[in-house]
């Protein structure tokens, strides 16, 4: 317990599901296959702290096929493209542990179905990130669009009736707020909409407690790599509620200055930020007077 601060912690903090999972899969292989040669295609999270530590126990990542020689290949847990995962299995020799989210697996079935059965599908979420290329490749590239926000709508979609049928998901880590807008605005057009939210609990729990938090403290700080799309975003909302905010991956980042005047400490993290990180951020804030 620090007497300076009152430190709270969001029970949500940290690790979800998919991630742990992944984890775990890219932990237990070396014993699970010993003597062979253990890669994970891309970082399997969001995180370079747990990278660094897995390369160290022999996972290490490569970052395309080609770097790939024979032996175990462990999927990220955001998925990859068909066309990849198609690549994979024509390698000879090549185990695949497939640590996907079955989350966003899900949201990878839901876009092949519903481009078979000829919707227009629309993708709520980041255009280059590997969840969505991934998703989007899934899908026919002529009736498959990804937009970030109500504006990215094309103008001629909301004003004639065709394509009538359109069937909307969103990256698991997108906001319900933008999912309702997208919604909103394509319900007021004639046609078909089918919505699957596909937005994971996990990052809407986190997001609503981190919240609650950011506007009860004197100062919030929000654990998770930088690369990490849903901690950028966590932090992006919590800055909105409380501008004492700061995005730290690790303890060495926390600055002293930050703490003048400040009683009251939330902390919340990432999906992909490990426990032991959060720990060592609480332990350095007992030094800080
Ligand atoms: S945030 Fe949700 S969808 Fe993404 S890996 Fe975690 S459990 Fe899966």
């Not at 490569?62 to 068909?82: A, K, W």
Request: aromatic content about 4%; some cysteine; glycine content about 6%.
């Amino acid at each position: 317990m620090n007497a300076r601060f009152e430190l709270k912690v969001a029970g949500t903090a940290g690790f979800c599901f998919g991630v742990r999972r992944a984890v775990n899969l890219a932990e237990e292989a070396p014993q699970k296959y010993p003597g062979l040669k253990i890669r994970t295609l891309g970082p399997i999270i969001h995180n370079p702290q747990v990278v660094t530590q897995l390369t160290e126990m022999g996972v290490a990542q490569v970052n395309s096929i080609d770097e790939l020689d024979p032996g175990v290949v462990i999927i990220r847990s955001h998925g990859i493209t068909r066309q990849l995962a198609q690549q994979l299995q024509e390698q000879p020799n090549l185990t695949i542990v497939d640590a996907t989210c079955p989350f966003v697996r899900r949201a990878q079935e839901i876009v092949a179905q519903m481009s078979a059965d000829g919707y227009l599908v629309i993708i709520i979420g980041e255009p280059e990130h590997p969840e969505v290329t991934g998703l989007i490749s899934y899908g026919r590239p002529e009736t498959t669009l990804v937009i970030s926000r109500p504006d990215d709508l094309p103008e001629e979609l909301l004003s004639r009736a065709k394509p009538s049928r359109i069937a909307l998901l969103a990256q698991t880590t997108q906001t319900q707020q933008v999912y309702h807008e997208i919604s909103s605005a394509l319900l007021a057009r004639k046609g078909e909409l089918r919505c699957f939210n596909t937005i994971c609990t996990a990052t809407n729990d986190r997001q609503s407690e981190a919240l609650d938090l950011a506007e009860g403290c004197d100062l919030m700080l929000v654990i998770g790599g930088r690369n990490s799309a849903n901690t950028n975003r966590l932090f992006a909302l919590c800055r909105e509620k409380q501008t004492s905010s700061y995005h730290i991956e690790t303890a060495a980042d926390l600055r002293p200055k930050w703490f003048k005047n400040k009683r009251k400490i939330g902390i919340s993290a990432g999906a992909s930020t490990p426990q032991w990180l959060i720990d060592e951020v609480c332990q350095k804030l007992k030094t800080i007077s």
